[in-house]
């Protein structure tokens, strides 16, 4: 008898169901905010993605035909916003390779593999790629607003 394998939670799990997965959605913010591998992801750099999330969100909604689907609207407002959404991607991979690497060399094995914080930039990229509705928008920045929370806080002093 074949063991069923826990399939692994991936963010663009709940883009593509948030009732079923915002259980998941928030053990995993919570679990990345704990993770050593991103100890050096401060709240800042993640509010920057944050805050461009809800521009683009804004804009979108204030823009949307109230059809809340993307293939409705106008073409210009359609390649307008899916643009600034692909184009989180590449703004996302700078600001997360300041913080450190996204692969390394596994000396054993003389071949490259993701770190912690390359696997995160996965997660976030696959999330981000299958963005199609004002809706799927919401659900991304409502992650972020999730990981925000769970981050740490550094003392003020």
Not at 61 to 70: A, F, H, M, V
Not at 81 to 90: E, G, M, R, S, Y
Not at 102 to 112: A, C, G, H, I, P
Not at 132 to 138: G, I, V
Request: charged residues 35%; glycine residues 4%; aromatic residues 8%.
């Amino acid at each position: 008898m074949k063991q069923r394998v826990k399939k692994e939670f991936r963010f663009s799990d709940y883009i593509k169901d948030p009732l079923g997965q915002v259980e998941n959605m928030i053990k995993e913010c919570e679990s990345i905010s704990r993770n050593k591998g991103l100890k050096n992801l401060s709240s800042s750099q993640i509010r920057s993605i944050f805050t461009e999330i809800r521009r683009i969100y804004d804009d979108w909604r204030s823009e949307s035909d109230g059809t809340n689907n993307l293939a409705t609207e106008s073409s210009i407002r359609l390649s307008n916003n899916k643009l600034k959404v692909k184009l989180l991607i590449p703004k996302l991979k700078y600001r997360l390779s300041k913080v450190g690497s996204l692969e390394e060399r596994d000396k054993q094995t003389n071949k490259y593999k993701r770190t912690e914080l390359g696997i995160f930039y996965d997660q976030l990229h696959e999330c981000i790629s299958i963005i199609e509705t004002s809706s799927d928008m919401q659900r991304l920045l409502e992650i972020f607003e999730t990981l925000v929370a769970f981050l740490p806080q550094k003392p003020r002093q």
